[in-house]
């Protein structure tokens, strides 16, 4: 049974309307169990839209999207994935052990086993120190962090990532995204991760789908061809910088626009 | 937040208030002030401490009519702000009246509402106080239950989570220091919406009615003393509202309104 399946699948926005938008085009992607696999393409590709698709924040003009073998509404009634944001989204009114026990809370776990989780959690996003501060006396990383804990809090088997490091500096991105390697290692979490950035998707991904827009669909899959244990010596290694190469030669054929595509060494980024 | 240096605060304020009415008392001597014109402040004070009794019963009166008016103005404006955000298409026809309703100086109401109820009768300014407290709350309350991060209505839905569930864990917590804004602004209100519905007619018991019986007695220093009377309620109410807000938020947690983080 795969992570996510989806075949044929169609959006358009304001059907029949002026401002009709055809947001995705036949898109098919079939994406394993422990298998990292990000989006990436110039904005307005849809490849954030994708992603809320497979989350069934919205639903398909045609075709099919399915989670861990369910129809993609079913898998979100069950709470078979854990979503990340820009933006952390982190209640202030709520600690972080607090913050990290909502889904629990609205899967009806009683208060005894949401506290031993949330522990559990916090020590595996290494923020065991932090359980009783308030989201806003956290650092960008931290907070981001916890929303990490708190998509994964009820061991969901696959994390779907909106940007979640595109907020943060360089340093705390290139660490993020360590962390969030080890953290799906081991736990054995399926990722779709949506990003701006050719270095993080490399470095990051099992495969890379690379998306153009209007109307959107994916022109490559590129397959990472780096080990899967990755460290920082990956960023320095020859396949690296030739997945990169072949990541932003894709992307050139969607070029539209203008749109600038980031450079080898800073992760430059289009927006 | 933490460990401010009381002094640096206080000090500079104080000072500032001893020097002006000091001058305010020199001003009075050196320039040979009339009476009638302006009192001297020791003569103000004289006044406060030889009919504090009287004050303190006006205030009374005052200060009760404010209250209850805030009260129930509060409850009303909770009450509405939850169906208005319920039903948005209700909420888009009555925000923009109670926005505009909340620029007019609506206490002339009171006027009419007297002519409802017995001469004697508290009830038209506490209907007073609660409509200006109702519009204040109203507002501010609807727009902490709809204006919600975009992110926490996705993550919520992510969740699966019914539409009482997002009220209870998004909107409500959203709104809270929304409302203690509301209270912030309508308690001094409250004590000033008190005092004009007092010119309006009725029972001549209160604070306001006070100040206007004392000036036409030409009794300027007394007027002023229920003024300074009049000024320690509205600090009063404000007081409250503030430790209130204190009390209900968490250990250190006031932030500047209901933003994500």
Partial sequence: ?271 | MFRRPRARYVLPPLVFGIAFIAWWEAAVYIFNLKPYFLAPPSKIWGQFTENFGLIWDASKVSGTNAFIGLLAGTIFGIAMSFVLSRYRTLGELVTPLAIALNAVPIFVLVAVLNNMYSITSEIPRRIMVSLVVYFIVLVNVAKGLTQVSPTHVELMRSYAASESAILRKVRIPNAVPYLFTALKISAPAAVITAFVSEYFGGSQNGLGSRITSNIANSKNAAAWAYVLGACLLGLMFYLFSIIAENAATPNGAQKDSGRSS
């Fill in chain 1, 1 to 271: 049974m795969s992570a996510v399946n989806v075949s044929q699948l169609n959006k358009v926005f304001n059907e029949g309307k002026a401002n009709q938008v055809d947001a995705l085009v036949d898109i098919s992607l079939t994406i394993e169990p422990g298998e990292f696999v990000s989006l990436i393409g110039p904005s307005g590709c849809g490849k954030s839209t994708l992603l809320r698709l497979i989350a069934s924040l919205l639903t398909p003009t045609s075709g099919e999207v399915e989670v861990a073998g369910k129809p993609a509404k079913q898998a979100r009634l069950d709470q078979d994935y854990g979503m990340a944001f820009q933006q952390a989204g982190l209640f202030d009114w709520r600690t972080v052990a607090k913050n990290i026990e909502l889904p629990l809370e609205l899967k009806g776990w009683d208060k005894a086993k949401r506290t031993a989780r949330a522990n559990e959690m916090l020590e595996l996003v290494r923020l065991d120190d932090f359980a009783g501060h308030y989201p806003w006396q956290l650092s960008g990383g931290m907070q981001q962090r916890v929303a990490i804990a708190r998509a994964l809090a009820a061991h969901p088997p696959l994390l779907l990532m909106d940007e979640p490091f595109g907020a943060l500096d360089e340093m705390t991105r290139e660490h993020m995204q360590a962390e969030l390697l080890s953290i799906c290692a081991a736990t054995g979490t399926s990722v779709v991760f949506v990003t701006h950035s050719i270095p993080e998707a490399v470095y990051l991904s099992n495969r890379v789908v690379v998306m153009s827009p209007r109307p959107g669909r994916i022109t490559q899959i590129v397959n990472v061809d780096l080990p899967r244990e990755r460290n920082e010596d990956t960023r320095e290694r020859p396949e690296f910088y030739a997945a990169i190469t072949t990541v932003r030669e894709a992307l050139r054929g969607t070029h539209v626009g203008g749109i600038h595509v980031g450079g080898i060494h800073g992760g430059v980024e289009d927006r």
